[in-house]
Protein backbone atom coordinates (compact mmCIF):
# COMPACT_ATOMS: atom_id res chain seq x y z
CA UNK A 1 0.00 0.00 0.00
CA UNK A 2 1.85 3.09 -1.08
CA UNK A 3 1.29 6.05 1.34
CA UNK A 4 1.76 9.75 0.64
CA UNK A 5 2.46 12.09 3.92
CA UNK A 6 2.41 16.09 3.07
CA UNK A 7 4.33 19.08 5.39
CA UNK A 8 4.95 22.53 4.99
CA UNK A 9 1.76 23.93 4.74
CA UNK A 10 1.26 27.10 6.93
CA UNK A 11 -0.14 30.72 7.43
CA UNK A 12 2.09 33.37 4.84
CA UNK A 13 1.91 36.73 3.74
CA UNK A 14 1.74 37.57 -0.15
CA UNK A 15 5.09 37.63 -1.58
CA UNK A 16 6.08 35.39 1.05
CA UNK A 17 7.59 31.91 0.49
CA UNK A 18 6.96 28.04 1.91
CA UNK A 19 8.30 24.56 1.11
CA UNK A 20 6.35 21.67 0.94
CA UNK A 21 7.45 17.88 1.22
CA UNK A 22 5.83 14.77 1.08
CA UNK A 23 7.12 11.47 2.08
CA UNK A 24 6.64 8.18 0.04
CA UNK A 25 6.36 5.03 1.24
CA UNK A 26 5.18 1.20 0.05
CA UNK A 27 6.63 1.09 -3.39
CA UNK A 28 9.78 1.99 -5.42
CA UNK A 29 8.88 5.74 -5.48
CA UNK A 30 12.28 6.66 -7.75
CA UNK A 31 10.13 4.58 -10.78
CA UNK A 32 7.01 6.71 -10.67
CA UNK A 33 6.50 10.04 -11.91
CA UNK A 34 4.81 12.19 -8.69
CA UNK A 35 2.60 15.17 -8.37
CA UNK A 36 1.53 18.33 -6.41
CA UNK A 37 -2.36 19.09 -6.47
CA UNK A 38 -4.02 21.77 -4.87
CA UNK A 39 -7.93 22.67 -4.12
CA UNK A 40 -9.76 25.90 -2.64
CA UNK A 41 -12.90 25.68 -1.56
CA UNK A 42 -15.97 25.73 -3.67
CA UNK A 43 -13.35 24.90 -7.04
CA UNK A 44 -12.34 21.74 -8.11
CA UNK A 45 -8.90 19.84 -7.96
CA UNK A 46 -5.57 21.44 -9.92
CA UNK A 47 -2.90 20.34 -11.40
CA UNK A 48 0.06 22.50 -9.68
CA UNK A 49 3.35 20.75 -10.76
CA UNK A 50 4.67 17.21 -11.74
CA UNK A 51 7.88 15.54 -12.08
CA UNK A 52 9.60 12.41 -13.64
CA UNK A 53 10.30 9.56 -12.16
CA UNK A 54 14.49 10.96 -12.60
CA UNK A 55 13.64 14.43 -11.87
CA UNK A 56 15.12 15.37 -15.22
CA UNK A 57 11.43 16.84 -15.91
CA UNK A 58 9.07 18.79 -15.08
CA UNK A 59 5.63 20.39 -15.78
CA UNK A 60 3.84 23.02 -14.12
CA UNK A 61 0.32 24.78 -14.24
CA UNK A 62 0.51 28.50 -16.09
CA UNK A 63 -0.85 30.27 -12.78
CA UNK A 64 2.36 28.86 -11.00
CA UNK A 65 5.20 28.83 -13.83
CA UNK A 66 8.29 30.86 -12.83
CA UNK A 67 7.21 30.97 -8.94
CA UNK A 68 6.68 27.20 -8.04
CA UNK A 69 9.89 24.33 -8.44
CA UNK A 70 9.04 20.54 -8.05
CA UNK A 71 11.81 18.51 -7.05
CA UNK A 72 12.58 15.00 -5.55
CA UNK A 73 14.93 13.04 -3.53
CA UNK A 74 14.98 9.41 -4.61
CA UNK A 75 16.96 8.56 -2.16
CA UNK A 76 14.54 10.39 0.72
CA UNK A 77 11.68 8.94 -1.10
CA UNK A 78 10.37 12.13 -0.81
CA UNK A 79 9.27 14.85 -3.77
CA UNK A 80 9.10 18.65 -2.88
CA UNK A 81 7.54 22.00 -3.95
CA UNK A 82 8.94 24.90 -3.28
CA UNK A 83 6.81 27.99 -3.53
CA UNK A 84 8.20 31.52 -3.84
CA UNK A 85 6.38 34.96 -4.70
CA UNK A 86 2.64 32.83 -2.82
CA UNK A 87 -0.22 35.33 -3.86
CA UNK A 88 -3.48 35.04 -1.98
CA UNK A 89 -5.12 32.73 -4.59
CA UNK A 90 -2.46 30.53 -3.98
CA UNK A 91 -4.33 29.79 -1.05
CA UNK A 92 -5.69 25.51 -1.10
CA UNK A 93 -4.96 22.40 0.32
CA UNK A 94 -2.47 21.02 -1.36
CA UNK A 95 -1.86 17.39 -2.13
CA UNK A 96 0.82 14.98 -2.89
CA UNK A 97 -0.08 12.59 -5.85
CA UNK A 98 1.64 9.07 -7.17
CA UNK A 99 0.07 7.52 -10.43
CA UNK A 100 -0.68 4.07 -10.70
CA UNK A 101 1.55 3.09 -13.47
CA UNK A 102 5.26 3.63 -14.57
CA UNK A 103 6.22 6.33 -17.11
CA UNK A 104 8.20 8.82 -18.98
CA UNK A 105 4.85 11.05 -19.13
CA UNK A 106 4.49 13.66 -16.13
CA UNK A 107 0.70 13.09 -15.78
CA UNK A 108 -1.49 16.33 -15.35
CA UNK A 109 -5.07 15.24 -14.62
CA UNK A 110 -6.92 13.82 -11.35
CA UNK A 111 -7.99 10.51 -13.28
CA UNK A 112 -4.04 9.96 -13.66
CA UNK A 113 -3.18 9.60 -10.28
CA UNK A 114 -4.22 6.88 -7.66
CA UNK A 115 -2.47 7.59 -4.62
CA UNK A 116 -3.02 10.63 -2.67
CA UNK A 117 -1.29 12.16 0.65
CA UNK A 118 -4.17 14.43 3.52
CA UNK A 119 -3.32 17.55 2.31
CA UNK A 120 -1.56 20.29 3.76
CA UNK A 121 -3.10 23.75 3.92
CA UNK A 122 -1.37 26.98 2.43
CA UNK A 123 -3.09 30.04 3.28
CA UNK A 124 -1.41 33.34 2.02
CA UNK A 125 -2.95 36.76 3.39
CA UNK A 126 -2.82 40.09 1.42
Known amino acids: QVQLVESGGGLVQAGGSLRLSCAAS????????MGWFRQAPGKEREFVAG????????NYADTVKGRFTISRDNARDTVYLQMNNLLPKDTAVYYC???????????????????WGQGTQVTVSS
Open 97 to 115: AAPLFRGERIPSTVNDYKY
Open 26 to 33: GRAFSSYA
Open 51 to 58: VSWSGSST
